[in-house]
């Protein structure tokens, strides 16, 4: 089993930064792939980003092609969401989620989330 724990949302105005975490407990952490998801008021559920475990491939969904930024410290058993550029549309409650080995679509593990808002 793993556990999954986001922190670092907030409220930050628009063309701000932020930096999502999430601790991971449990065991064999290093054979997971992470993913970052986000679910806005009355919209489904989205893919944001995704580190596999296998090679470290990193995916990004478009609308954060350029603007985030994922990355996992193994030792720290974290993985990072680096937000920057942010718009009014980011905001959203975001969730970290794993699977075994390689990003895909569906995912065993969820965490509860953290709210991001990006107003003025």
């Known amino acids: 089993q793993v556990q999954l724990v986001e922190s670092g949302g907030g409220l930050v105005q628009p063309g701000g930064s932020l930096r999502l975490s999430c601790a991971a407990s449990g065991s064999s952490l290093d054979y997971y792939a992470y993913g970052w998801f986000r679910q806005a008021p009355g919209k489904e559920r989205e893919g944001v980003s995704c580190?596999?475990?296998?090679?470290?491939?990193?995916y990004y969904a478009d609308s954060a092609k350029g603007r985030f930024t994922i990355s996992r410290d193994n030792a720290k058993n974290t993985v990072y969401l680096q937000m920057s550029s942010l718009k009014p549309e980011d905001t959203a409650v975001y969730y970290c989620?794993?699977?075994?080995?390689?990003?895909?679509?569906?995912?065993?593990?969820w965490g509860q989330g953290t709210q991001v808002t990006v107003s003025s």
């Open positions: 989620a794993a699977r075994p080995w390689s990003c895909g679509s569906s995912y065993d593990h």
């Open positions: 580190i596999s475990s296998r090679d470290g491939s990193i």
